[in-house]
């Protein structure tokens, strides 16, 4: 339990720059252009970190708390524990992107492609910007060998950050895969 307190405070130290934010913070906006316009891998990366840690902020302490504890469950292989801390912080407030985000990549952490796609789409009604969730549906859809699909959410993520990791040498790949079994 004490491990636990220790990465919740490290956690909470690193979102605690504007307690009452989340997708719609008007920060977003002005982050979301300078990541569309970093000029390399690391620039976008100190980007990337202020968006996450905005997403990750939430008006309802409660809730934000129930999203970063299952965040340490999962981190922690209690997966059980994590699923009920991201389904209480979902309960609490449906409109919360970074919730259904986190329970997203658990189910796909788990096996249940179906269900973190369905996650991964309520997100992007949330927030169609999500980074995360566009190359996380990229990533599902090549496990499932749907290159088409594939492709056009790795296109969605790179359009918002170009600089994504892992993501270019993912849609070579899947445009490779498409390719060779259209002709």
């Not at 130290?13 to 690391?42: C, I, K, M, V, Y």
Request: with cysteine; hydrophobic share 45%.
């Amino acid at each position: 339990m004490r491990k636990l307190a220790g990465i919740l405070t490290v956690i909470l130290a690193l979102g605690s720059a504007q307690a009452n934010a989340d997708q719609t913070d008007p920060r977003l906006d002005g982050l979301f252009e300078a990541l569309r316009t970093a000029p390399d891998f690391a620039a976008g990366r100190e980007i990337e970190d202020k968006i996450w840690r905005i997403w990750l902020e939430h008006p309802d302490q409660q809730t934000r708390e129930a999203v970063l504890i299952g965040m340490s469950f999962l981190q922690g292989g209690r997966a059980e524990l994590a699923e009920l801390s991201f389904n209480k912080a979902i309960k609490r407030h449906p409109d919360f992107a970074e919730a259904w985000n986190k329970r997203a990549t658990f189910m796909f952490l788990k096996g249940d492609i179906a269900a973190s796609i369905a996650d991964c789409a309520h997100v992007l009604k949330l927030e169609p910007r999500h980074f995360g969730a566009l190359s996380g549906l990229g990533l599902m859809y090549a496990q499932l060998q749907n290159w088409e699909a594939a492709i056009h959410w790795y296109e969605q993520a790179l359009a918002i950050h170009p600089n994504l990791p892992g993501i270019r040498a993912g849609l070579k790949e899947a445009t490779r895969r498409f390719i060779g079994e259209e002709t």
